[in-house]
């Protein structure tokens, strides 16, 4: 069901975008939420193409933000504190001469409110500022993205559901690969940049996420052995922490390679140069979202798929059969995966 109509917030009215000089956009926390919130600073850039825009965001944020350079040549990128230490905050706050001072983040949070209030801005824009907006069980129902672009604009012309964000305010990334690190994957790992490639995302701070080592297994096999004819390799990417279990698996399915990516660029041009990704929900799924990759997104339940899906119209995303408050995507049947690869197999030709 969708929201018929949101009331427009009057206040946002009297900001004079094409007045604004200098803007603070903050988003902290983990790549997937960056990408949540680029919509909203894609919009700002256009209601206020004159101003500086800088980005408050953690390390992650740091490491993605020039990816997105396309749009944005011109901000800069800061890393906010976090955590409770208010000591921490207290020697980081300080008046900054901004005209106006956005959060993206779309929970009421203490920490967030100090840090708009701490600006001094003319106009600040932020969950947890207002009570009726936090409440408001409209605004709630609505996709992240599609929250900030409510908090920016202060109405809605569309329905309040998944991908229903304007695809205009898609971010999108875009990779030149390095020819070195071609050659590199090509003499160490066989990789043809004429062959189909499958990335597997393996890693998951959710353990309802991921698929297990015998689901894999199944999977993967009857994957290898129905498009054979395609001749797809299977490439796995993993943390450090999960390296062990990519090969074990490369050493169970045959065409799989395992690619050590030691550094976030390398992450990135791995992502970039395959065809299609299969990952549980996570920020690989968001990044490979913006790069515009057809993918097979798992998650373990409706809500995510209706707050936290991702902002690709060719990701064909899952959902575990639910018990309790979420499920288990190693209970998704293996069929349903199978076909959703078939589909997006069919959308790259």
């Keep these: 069901m969708g929201i018929k109509k949101i009331k427009k917030n009057k206040k946002i009215n009297l900001i004079p975008w094409k007045d604004l000089k200098k803007i603070a956009y903050i988003r902290r926390n983990n790549l997937g939420d960056l990408c949540m919130a680029m919509p909203g600073l894609i919009l700002i850039k256009e209601l ?100 900030i672009l409510y908090l920016i604009s202060g109405y809605l012309n569309f329905q309040g559901q998944i991908n229903k964000t304007p695809e205009n305010l898609y971010p999108k990334i875009k990779i030149n690969i390095s020819q070195e ?107 490979l979202a913006a790069m515009g990759k057809p993918q097979v997104l798992l998650l373990d339940s409706e809500k995510k798929l209706k707050h936290w899906g991702v902002l690709n119209t060719r990701a064909i995303c899952l959902v575990a059969p639910e018990e309790g408050q979420s499920g288990d995507v190693n209970k998704i049947p293996m069929e349903k995966i199978l076909g959703a690869l078939e589909d997006s197999i069919k959308n790259l030709s």
């Design 48 to 147: 206020a193409p004159q101003a500086e825009i800088v980005l408050y965001g953690s390390k992650s944020n740091q490491l993605l933000a020039p990816y997105f350079s396309e749009y944005f040549k011109d901000f800069k990128v800061i890393e906010a504190p976090y955590g409770r230490n208010f000591n921490i905050l207290k020697n980081f706050l300080s008046p900054r001469k901004y005209d106006l001072v956005i959060s993206a983040k779309t929970s009421p949070d203490w920490q967030n409110s100090l840090l708009l209030k701490s600006f001094k801005a003319r106009f600040t824009l932020g969950f947890g500022l207002n009570k009726a907006l936090d409440k408001d069980p409209d605004i709630s129902a609505l996709h992240q993205s599609a929250k």
């Design 181 to 287: 690190l071609i050659n590199h994957w090509s003499e160490a790992y066989l990789i043809n940049l004429n062959q189909p490639k499958l990335l597997v995302s393996l890693s998951n701070n959710r353990a309802s996420c991921r698929l297990n080592f015998e689901y894999l297994i199944k999977l993967l096999t009857s994957f290898k052995n129905k498009y054979f004819d395609f001749n797809y390799q299977i490439i796995f990417t993993a943390l450090p922490q999960d390296q062990e279990f990519a090969q074990k698996l490369v050493s169970l399915i045959s065409g799989s390679v395992f690619i050590p990516t030691p550094n976030f660029h390398d992450f990135m041009q791995l992502l970039y140069l395959c065809d299609l990704g299969l990952c549980g929900d996570s920020g690989t799924g968001h990044l």
